[in-house]
């Protein structure tokens, strides 16, 4: 089982950056897609964006395309997320989740049967 720790939420306004890192031990993500995940309260979970390991296949969701990227080093073995150009709609507890998953990415419903953090809050002020 592969352990997850987010880290790198805060405060920021709105136009500003932040970077998310999502560190594994436990194993290394070969064979894995990571996904990022935020909840805003009274909201249901969206994924943000994921990224196969192996492939480097990844997807994002609408509402962050061009604005949020995620990377992965191989070296660190964690993933990060970049975020610019942030929005106070942004704001939400991120998560990350592991799920052993060999090409491609996983659909929504598998991802809970992986790993997960225990997320970090990034708060956007307008």
């Known amino acids: 089982q592969v352990q997850l720790v987010e880290s790198g939420g805060g405060l920021v306004q709105a136009g500003g950056s932040l970077r998310l890192s999502c560190a594994a031990s436990?194993?290394?993500?070969?064979?894995?897609?990571i996904g990022w995940f935020r909840q805003a309260p009274g909201k249901e979970r969206e994924l943000v964006g994921a990224?196969?390991?192996?492939?480097?296949?990844?997807v994002y969701a609408d509402s962050v395309k061009g604005r949020f990227t995620i990377s992965r080093d191989s070296a660190k073995n964690t993933v990060d997320l970049q975020m610019n150009s942030l929005k106070p709609e942004d704001t939400a507890v991120y998560y990350c989740?592991?799920?052993?998953?060999?090409?491609?990415?996983?659909?929504?419903?598998?991802?809970?049967?992986?790993?997960w953090g225990q997320g970090t809050q990034v708060t956007v002020s307008s």
């Open positions: 989740a592991a799920r052993r998953w060999y090409y491609g990415i996983p659909g929504s419903a598998l991802w809970e049967s992986g790993s």
């Open positions: 436990g194993r290394t993500l070969n064979n894995y897609a």
């Open positions: 990224i196969n390991w192996s492939d480097g296949g990844s």
